[in-house]
């Protein structure tokens, strides 16, 4: 069964950029999102990757802001989101497929303070 | 963008009764839907896929029905663990993937 493990928790200052990785056991034969969720807020879809082609697609609201990258040598998953402000602390998510979404990372933590 | 509009905000249940999840789309997605359970503490966990279809170790006590931009999640007989908070997102329209804002179901 294909596990997805991410990086673990960051503390960022704002303006700066953080990058979270996505670590999947058993190859990336699928599509990999990213998914958001702010402290007691809903889940809000970011952006995903199909790794075997390099096709990526973000949410508007993340334009300019974010990048997919997959490295497929280590069956990882990066994203990488700059320009960091309070309002982006939140657990980040990666999960699996590009229609439905499973399986689901752990999570990341990323928090943004000065 | 396709926006889906969950509802009820809180639902609260005693164990053992049925629970009754709405979730309406903004335009049609045929069943291109999913469902998801989130506990505190854990990412979600997909229920349901196709509007109808149970994900793999999923008790048959969860079911989900529509189409077009009516859906619906029942839950029959709750247990304990089934407390929690429940979300639908549409797959028929990318970018961008869309959730709802969710219906956290609570003891009564």
């Known amino acids: 069964q294909v596990q997805l493990v991410q990086s673990g928790a960051e503390v960022k200052k704002p303006e700066s950029s953080v990058k979270v990785s996505c670590k999947a056991s058993g190859g990336l034969r699928f599509a990999i999102n990213w998914v958001r969720q702010a402290p007691g807020q809903g889940l809000e879809w970011m952006g995903g990757i199909i790794p075997l082609v390099g096709t990526t697609n973000y949410a508007q609201q993340f334009q300019g802001r974010i990048t997919i990258t997959a490295d497929k040598s280590s069956n990882t998953v990066y994203m990488q989101l700059s320009g960091l402000t309070a309002e982006d602390t939140a657990y980040y998510y990666c999960?699996?497929?590009?229609?439905?979404?499973?399986?689901w990372g752990q999570g990341t933590l990323v928090t943004v303070s000065s | 963008e396709i926006v889906m509009t969950q509802s009820p905000a809180t639902l609260s249940v005693s164990p053992g009764e049925r629970a009754t999840l709405s979730c309406r789309a903004s335009q049609s997605i045929s069943i291109n839907l999913a469902w998801y359970q989130q506990k505190p503490g854990q990412p979600p966990r997909l229920l349901i896929y196709e509007a109808s279809t149970r994900a793999t170790g999923v008790p048959p006590r969860f079911s989900g029905s529509g189409s077009e931009t009516e859906f619906t999640l029942t839950i029959s007989g709750l247990q304990s663990e089934d407390f929690a908070v429940y979300y639908c997102?549409?797959?028929?329209?990318?970018?961008?993937?869309?959730f709802g804002q969710g219906t956290r179901v609570e003891i009564k």
């Open positions: 999960a699996g497929t590009g229609n439905w979404f499973d399986p």
């Open positions: 997102q549409q797959y028929s329209d990318w970018p961008p993937r869309t």
